[in-house]
Structure formats: structure tokens, C-alpha cells
């Protein structure tokens, strides 16, 4: 496998493309993040608030959450987990902790921007 030698040995410039098809054959997935300038790629949180795990056990946080994941077409338990993490991810930006008015807000926004 002279081209992989040739990478192994700083020689060659692959394309995304081929380094994707590089990790598809080693049973991985190639995920790139831009980041801009000096600035660290902001990781998403580790653990999500227990203000917005007590919403998520709401009536509201439910209905929505299987609408979105209806008009998706996927599996309601992936939408809740994908909207959790995106709430939890735009939680992330405040600077005092959030009740659930808060998420509310937030919920509110993540169905505004799924309904056609």
C-alpha cells in the first residue's frame, strides 16, 4: 500500500475524501470541526442540567418532542435524546442557571425552527 506508506511518511497531501474512506475501512467515522483562529472547539456538555432533566419529564417537553420526531421521521427516543442535548447546548451560553421558563424558551425555539 505505497499510498498509505507515502501519508505514513509525511509525503502527500490527502483529500477528506480519502482519509474518510481511510477511517471507513478501519470501521471508524471521520468527524472534522472548524474552529476559528486560537479558540478551542467547544465540546458539548458532559452531564445535562437537573432543571432540564426535571423539564424534559414534562407533558410539553413529550408532545413536542414526538411531533418533531413524527414529522422527521424518526424514532421518538433519538429526538428526545437530539433535542435534550441541542437544549442543553444553547443552555450552555447562560450565564446563571436555568429554570423552567427557561426551557421553555428554548424548547420553543428549537419548534420553531423544525416546523415547516
Known sequence: MPYIANLENGRGNPTLSAVS???AALGATLIVELAEGDRPVVEAPAALPDS????????????????MAEAAKSPETSMRERLLHAMAG????????????????ILDAAVLTTRA
Open 21 to 23: 474512506n481511510l477511517a
Open 90 to 105: 444553547l443552555g450552555s451560553l447562560a450565564t446563571r442557571p436555568l429554570a423552567e421558563p427557561d426551557w421553555h424558551r
Open 52 to 67: 432540564l432533566l426535571q423539564f424534559s419529564r414534562s407533558a410539553r417537553f413529550s408532545t413536542e418532542a414526538a411531533r
